[in-house]
């Protein structure tokens, strides 16, 4: 259900086998064998975004070649064509998610319009003055500030989740901010700042028990390991394309059949009504309902090439892959002087954040980019994550099925050139 990954320094996981082959991996994917300040591409900042595999780019161009046509208003075969294959699109999101029908897939434009457009809705209907939501201190701005706006909107207030030093959910904690006020908890699966994987399967249990609705930024997480809504009992779970593979600016929000025929709509426009006249408009039945205008078509179908893609692969021996990436990487460059990593969890995948020692994280993206070394710098969109760690910002690598040790030997480099020049 969830990518979890048990980190133990010191420990190596059990290799990824004759499942998982990474090197034919990286062939499918063009940009890996591009070069940057005349360097190899070292590529470790998937969890900013994904690239793209063959199949992938080969699509986007193939739709535009010979099948575009806007979807859902044509007879003619072009709309046709681009209808069902955007509907089939549909239905690959409905298995990746293991949701039970596609009208509970509605297609976004990735993760943060998909939490926008739950914050809203939701808010609108079901939150009032003096009632409650719950977050976590380790969220992404984009489940932050909608709920924000909402319950600035709305007369509620914003409760949050403390964790720990090594950038875990207190849980014990969790359960006493659950109260009869409670209307909505909002948690990210993995935290892109950290790596935490977080046992979502129990926070909404708790949320159940409370009568609160559940939500779920799975961002980070769909990319590392299978997802089944139905097993964790989420209201709502949404995920972003160029996460997982796929082109960005599309998404797809998981929202359980009911509550989506139950919520108002989020825009108005054309394609989301089904009837419309100057004293009254009545609304088409979800997904519909929540994807007024026309959509990035292209996108959504590509994503659905990007799971067809992920389901070719041995997933967990992609994950055994990516924790031994991970495994190794934590125990080299810990190892370094002047290290302190971020984020120790017990539970976490694919993301390594760390300072060295004075030298500004983004003075360090720099050195490593000249090596041709793509790692992230910054706070990553999730200020209160720094805020509790006490510093300004972090160098992250973040990992994929296509890296490989030779990334990570080619990572503890460049941060030993980066000692060298700053001692």
Same mark, same amino acid.
């Given at each position: 259900?969830?990518?979890?990954?048990?980190?133990?320094?010191?420990?190596?996981?059990?290799?990824?086998?004759?499942?998982?082959?990474?090197?034919?991996?990286?062939?499918?994917?063009?940009?890996?064998?591009?070069?940057?300040?005349?360097?190899?591409?070292?590529?470790?900042?998937?969890?900013?975004?994904?690239?793209?595999?063959?199949?992938?780019?080969?699509?986007?161009?193939?739709?535009?070649?010979?099948?575009?046509?806007?979807?859902?208003?044509?007879?003619?075969?072009?709309?046709?064509?681009?209808?069902?294959?955007?509907?089939?699109?549909?239905?690959?999101?409905?298995?990746?998610?293991?949701?039970?029908?596609?009208?509970?897939?509605?297609?976004?434009?990735?993760?943060?319009?998909?939490?926008?457009?739950?914050?809203?809705?939701?808010?609108?209907?079901?939150?009032?003055?003096?009632?409650?939501?719950?977050?976590?201190?380790?969220?992404?701005?984009?489940?932050?500030?909608?709920?924000?706006?909402?319950?600035?909107?709305?007369?509620?207030?914003?409760?949050?989740?403390?964790?720990?030093?090594?950038?875990?959910?207190?849980?014990?904690?969790?359960?006493?901010?659950?109260?009869?006020?409670?209307?909505?908890?909002?948690?990210?699966?993995?935290?892109?700042?950290?790596?935490?994987?977080?046992?979502?399967?129990?926070?909404?249990?708790?949320?159940?028990?409370?009568?609160?609705?559940?939500?779920?930024?799975?961002?980070?997480?769909?990319?590392?390991?299978?997802?089944?809504?139905?097993?964790?009992?989420?209201?709502?779970?949404?995920?972003?394309?160029?996460?997982?593979?796929?082109?960005?600016?599309?998404?797809?929000?998981?929202?359980?059949?009911?509550?989506?025929?139950?919520?108002?709509?989020?825009?108005?426009?054309?394609?989301?009504?089904?009837?419309?006249?100057?004293?009254?408009?009545?609304?088409?039945?979800?997904?519909?309902?929540?994807?007024?205008?026309?959509?990035?078509?292209?996108?959504?179908?590509?994503?659905?090439? &990007?799971?067809?893609? %992920?389901? +070719? =692969?041995?997933?967990?021996?992609? $994950? !055994?892959?990516?924790?031994?990436? *991970?495994?190794?990487?934590?125990? &080299?460059?810990?190892? %370094?002087? +002047? =290290?302190?990593?971020?984020?120790? $969890? !017990?539970?976490?995948?694919?993301? *390594?954040?760390?300072?060295?020692?004075?030298?500004?994280?983004?003075?360090?993206?720099?050195?490593?980019?000249?090596?041709?070394?793509?790692?992230?710098?910054?706070?990553?969109?999730?200020?209160?994550?720094?805020?509790?760690?006490?510093?300004?910002?972090?160098?992250?690598?973040?990992?994929?099925?296509?890296?490989?040790?030779?990334?990570?030997?080619?990572?503890?480099?460049?941060?030993?050139?980066?000692?060298?020049?700053?001692?």
């Amino acid at each position: 259900m969830s990518p979890t990954t048990r980190v133990e320094p010191g420990k190596r996981s059990e290799p990824a086998g004759a499942g998982f082959d990474a090197e034919r991996v990286r062939a499918d994917f063009p940009i890996l064998s591009t070069t940057v300040h005349g360097k190899p591409l070292v590529f470790l900042d998937s969890a900013a975004t994904t690239q793209k595999p063959r199949a992938v780019i080969e699509r986007v161009d193939r739709y535009y070649r010979s099948e575009n046509a806007n979807i859902h208003r044509g007879v003619y075969a072009l709309s046709e064509t681009s209808t069902r294959e955007y509907e089939e699109a549909r239905h690959k999101v409905r298995a990746f998610l293991n949701a039970r029908d596609e009208h509970e897939i509605v297609f976004v434009r990735g993760t943060t319009e998909g939490l926008n457009l739950i914050a809203s809705c939701v808010g609108r209907s079901r939150i009032r003055r003096g009632d409650e939501v719950v977050i976590s201190h380790m969220e992404h701005h984009s489940n932050i500030v909608p709920w924000q706006m909402i319950c600035e909107e709305r007369g509620a207030k914003l409760r949050v989740i403390p964790m720990n030093d090594r950038g875990e959910l207190l849980l014990d904690e969790y359960e006493k901010l659950l109260g009869p006020k409670t209307r909505v908890v909002s948690v990210v699966h993995q935290s892109n700042a950290l790596g935490t994987v977080n046992p979502v399967g129990e926070m909404c249990k708790l949320a159940r028990e409370a009568g609160a609705l559940f939500v779920i930024d799975g961002a980070q997480s769909a990319a590392h390991g299978p997802i089944d809504v139905q097993e964790i009992d989420c209201d709502f779970y949404v995920i972003s394309s160029h996460k997982i593979y796929g082109p960005t600016g599309a998404g797809a929000v998981y929202g359980r059949r009911e509550l989506l025929e139950e919520l108002p709509p989020y825009q108005g426009g054309g394609d989301m009504i089904r009837t419309v006249t100057f004293e009254k408009t009545t609304y088409a039945p979800p997904p519909a309902k929540f994807e007024a205008g026309t959509p990035n078509i292209v996108g959504a179908i590509a994503m659905g090439t &990007a799971i067809d893609y %992920l389901a +070719g =692969v041995d997933r967990a021996a992609v $994950a !055994r892959h990516e924790a031994d990436l *991970l495994r190794l990487a934590t125990d &080299a460059v810990s190892s %370094l002087p +002047g =290290v302190r990593v971020i984020g120790a $969890a !017990r539970e976490k995948s694919s993301v *390594l954040s760390f300072v060295l020692g004075d030298v500004h994280p983004h003075d360090v993206g720099t050195i490593l980019d000249q090596d041709g070394v793509a790692v992230r710098t910054g706070h990553h969109c999730a200020q209160p994550v720094m805020q509790f760690f006490g510093v300004p910002a972090t160098v992250r690598a973040s990992f994929a099925m296509y890296n490989t040790r030779e990334d990570v030997d080619a990572l503890v480099r460049s941060l030993e050139r980066v000692i060298q020049i700053f001692s």
